[in-house]
């Protein structure tokens, strides 16, 4: 049927050309849900009903029921019911149009449509075909490349976050004034509100420990978790306040200014050769570098050698040595057990592979009945006098060991010696200088020098009027017992009340004491033995320490005084 109406439709302008009508043109909009159709028709012969030629009647037709809306030109159609009921016909078998096209039929008086338009049938629906594998083709076998969807975020927080960081727009910082810029030419026709140029980058320095800071907090959390990482990095951030550290971002940076050390300058004439010269200087000496002898002092000139003292070359010191492991009282009593039980093992050993002989059992008349059982019994009184004499015989052993373990009279002398005195191949040699006001006292005079001589020090004691300096010089143990004589045991306030019978001059006199005035280590002792020396005046007492070579001790206990202290 549709095939026929098509071939209907194509014939009716033909049969119009036959009949010698002229053509007409007509365009007819279709109002409603119908869409519109385009139809090209001519009369002929072939319509059911053929229309009266009066133009006039065809002009005071209505539009038709249909909604088809009266066009110029489409009163001079004469068979316009053929055209209707084509219509009626198409839009009842589907032949419809878009409604986005022009609603009119394209039928015009003197043009013929050449092209008749027919609907399309509707598309069919889409295949899908896939290969072995599980991927699309098409209907020639070729592979389809489609894009696979991304898995997007359906939460609205993650799809808004999207969003921002898509649309976000990155605002370089601008020179706020382009005239500023010295490259900047007005000349060129710029204009400087739109000239957009950023900021150079500039350094960022990173401050010190910043990444040992880092690693260890990462080192924190993989051992004990947040919260002590929380704390050391609070506590960190407080030591970064007090300390108040400069960024060293905001440091200029400029060349580097290494510190060399001064080179000590050259003199103008060195110190070995300045007291030999006249003049104290060089210019004496001739070009050829020889110099009369009338420019020297000769009595400077002595057969003897001048060392100069030797200078330790410039090096790290040496790393100390290893010092000997300390035990407690109860570390060393556990190694001395287990020394014991080890030898008690090595003992059994020896006695279980035949090389020594077992011990004789340890018999005693608490124990007679339990070692020996029923031989006791047989013969009481020899086996109480074999175990009598097995006991004095243990007894006297241990005797024995213990006198061949006794020290003998020399080397308790010298185990005395060693507790009481530091060795003697010691070279450090520790001086003590005391000040005492008065020291006229016999009993304080004897305590004083018998105690110097039994503590193996050397020195020497000046009594003079109103002051006494005692020095004294030894070992680092001596000096220590000599010092609790001279500042404790003596009591020198009552050694001077015992001795003095006038009560007036003790009022004047100052209270009798003794104070350390000065102690130190010295390379060699300058005293060969310890003496006592009354001199009636200063200058004989000072010439007691200068005959030693030690005048300055004198000086040092007649200036001290007791603010120093």
Not at 1 to 15: C, S, V
Not at 115 to 142: C, F, M, S, W, Y
Not at 498 to 504: A, L, M, R, V
Request: aromatic residues 4%.
């Amino acid at each position: 049927m549709q095939k026929d109406l098509a071939e209907k439709l194509k014939k009716i302008p033909l049969l119009n050309k036959g009949t010698g009508s002229s053509s007409v043109a007509t365009s007819v909009t279709v109002q409603g849900p119908v869409s519109s159709v385009t139809t090209a028709i001519a009369s002929g012969p072939s319509s059911s009903s053929v229309l009266p030629s009066t133009s006039a009647a065809a002009a005071s037709m209505k539009p038709p029921a249909g909604g088809v809306a009266a066009v110029p030109g489409l009163a001079s159609i004469s068979n316009l019911e053929a055209v209707k009921r084509a219509q009626e016909l198409a839009a009842k078998m589907g032949f419809r149009q878009d409604p986005q096209f022009a609603p009119l039929i394209n039928l015009f008086p003197g043009q013929v449509q050449a092209d008749t338009l027919v609907p399309q049938k509707p598309t069919k629906a889409p295949v899908l075909r896939v290969d072995a594998l599980g991927r699309e083709i098409d209907e020639h076998g070729n592979l389809i490349n489609a894009t696979k969807p991304s898995n997007l975020s359906t939460l609205k927080v993650n799809i808004n976050k999207q969003k921002k960081d898509a649309f976000q727009i990155l605002k370089p910082e601008l020179e706020v004034d382009a005239e500023s810029n010295p490259h900047f030419d007005v000349r060129m026709g710029i204009n400087k509100d739109k000239l957009l140029r950023p900021k150079r980058m500039t350094f960022q320095f990173v401050e010190e420990g910043k990444w040992s800071k880092d690693a260890e907090i990462i080192k924190l959390k993989s051992q004990f978790g947040e919260a002590k990482a929380k704390e050391l990095k609070a506590k960190q951030a407080q030591l970064a306040k007090a300390k108040a550290d400069i960024n060293p971002n905001l440091i200029e940076v400029s060349e580097r200014i290494t510190k060399e050390k001064l080179k000590d300058p050259i003199p103008e004439i060195e110190w070995w050769d300045l007291p030999i010269l006249v003049s104290g200087s060089y210019d004496d000496i001739a070009d050829d570098g020889v110099m009369s002898k009338d420019k020297l002092k000769k009595e400077k000139i002595t057969i003897y050698i001048e060392h100069p003292k030797p200078i330790e070359p410039p090096a790290e010191p040496a790393p100390p040595p290893p010092q000997p492991l300390k035990l407690t009282k109860k570390e060393q009593k556990k190694l001395r057990t287990q020394r014991r039980l080890a030898r008690e093992k090595d003992k059994q050993e020896m006695i279980r592979q035949g090389l020594i002989e077992p011990p004789k059992p340890k018999v005693k008349l608490s124990n007679l009945m339990k070692v020996l059982g029923s031989e006791a019994t047989q013969d009481p009184t020899k086996l109480e006098m074999e175990i009598r004499s097995a006991a004095a015989e243990r007894e006297q052993a241990h005797v024995d060991r213990n006198i061949a373990r006794k020290l003998t009279p020399a080397e308790r002398r010298e185990k005395k010696e060693r507790k009481l005195f530091d060795d003697p191949n010691t070279v450090e040699t520790i001086v003590s200088v005391y000040r005492i006001n008065d020291l006229s006292h016999p009993k304080t005079r004897f305590k004083v020098d018998v105690n110097a001589q039994e503590n193996r020090l050397t020195g020497c004691a000046v009594i003079s009027e109103g002051i006494s300096v005692v020095v004294v010089e030894g070992g680092s143990k001596s000096i220590k017992r000599y010092g609790k004589l001279m500042l404790r045991r003596i009591n020198w306030a009552e050694a001077v009340n015992d001795n003095d019978d006038d009560g007036d001059e003790d009022e004047e006199k100052p209270p009798n004491k003794c104070v350390l005035v000065w102690q130190g280590s010295v390379a060699k002792s300058s005293f060969s033995r310890f003496s006592v020396h009354e001199c009636i005046t200063e200058a004989a007492a000072r010439k007691v320490f200068a005959d030693a070579g030690v005048g300055h001790y004198w000086d040092l206990a007649v200036n001290f005084s007791d603010d120093e202290f």
